[in-house]
């Protein structure tokens, strides 16, 4: 059984306290999250249940509103796909911010572009990461300024997606070619090599990796036997027909 959705290992006693009392709802508390979220941002770890809470402070008091920890609540979020994290951000966001900038307005210069702008770029990856188009992930990213400037906060940001891209791909397969690994996971080289072998503890074997048995990606053969009676379906049909009108 897995755990429960407000559960964090990491959660400090405070943050646990104002979440399981009264001033979850308190303005004042506002701070006191912000501050866990740029925690979050530099200790790598993560607490999704206390940034809804940050997130739904916001809608009913906007003029607190802080557009810098909003995107990197939605960039954490992007780190722990394809858990329904980022969507369920994204529902808690102001309608106007959700809305896309209109393709005839002059687009800002990169640091200075509105929240609805950084919203709808942030989203374009998390649905990339939802398709599971990786390689379009990663070129994406490296596509645009802004990108930069909206992850910048977030320490290993782009160690954390490969892992979560690596934990997927060894759900499914058990070899996959080289380059189309490095395509996914955005890296070639010694860094690919030193990726693959240390952090996901899989073999190369020349223009292929091998990615260990594990319980997802065994291959299990299974027979489905159906034992119904022709007679049953005889009185299913007769069923129907003897139904009144």
């Known amino acids: 059984m897995g755990n429960p959705f407000d559960y ?7 943050i646990d306290a104002i979440l399981n009392g009264l001033d979850r709802y308190n303005p004042e508390t506002t701070a006191v999250f912000q501050e866990y979220v740029v925690q979050q941002c530099d200790q790598k770890f993560y607490d999704c249940y206390a940034n809804l809470a940050l997130l739904k402070l916001y809608q009913f008091n906007p003029h607190l509103t802080k557009d810098e920890t909003i995107t990197n609540i939605l960039v954490k979020a992007l780190t722990v796909f394809p858990s329904p994290d980022f969507a369920l951000c994204l529902h808690l966001l102001p309608p106007h911010i959700l809305t896309p900038a209109s393709a005839s307005s002059a687009l800002p210069a990169a640091g200075d572009a509105p929240l ?12 990339l990461l939802a398709q599971a188009n990786y ?5 994406t990213l490296d596509s645009d300024d802004l990108y930069a400037d909206l992850i910048a906060d977030v320490a290993g940001f782009e160690e954390l997606i490969r892992i979560r891209v690596a934990l997927t791909i060894s759900q499914a397969v058990r070899e996959i070619e080289r380059s189309v690994l490095e395509s996914w996971l955005g890296m070639q080289g010694e860094a690919f090599n030193k ?26 053969g299974t027979v489905v036997r159906e034992n119904v009676k022709i007679e ?12 009144p009108a």
């Open 8 to 14: 964090a290992p990491d959660r400090p006693e405070h």
């Open 116 to 127: 609805s702008e950084a919203v709808q770029k942030l989203n374009v990856l998390n649905n």
């Open 135 to 139: 390689a379009a992930f990663w070129s």
């Open 195 to 220: 990726f693959v072998n240390e952090v996901c503890g899989w073999a190369t074997d020349g223009t292929v990796v091998k990615v260990p048995l594990n319980k997802e990606n065994e291959a299990k």
């Open 232 to 243: 049953q379906f005889s009185r299913v049909i007769r069923r129907a027909y003897e139904q």
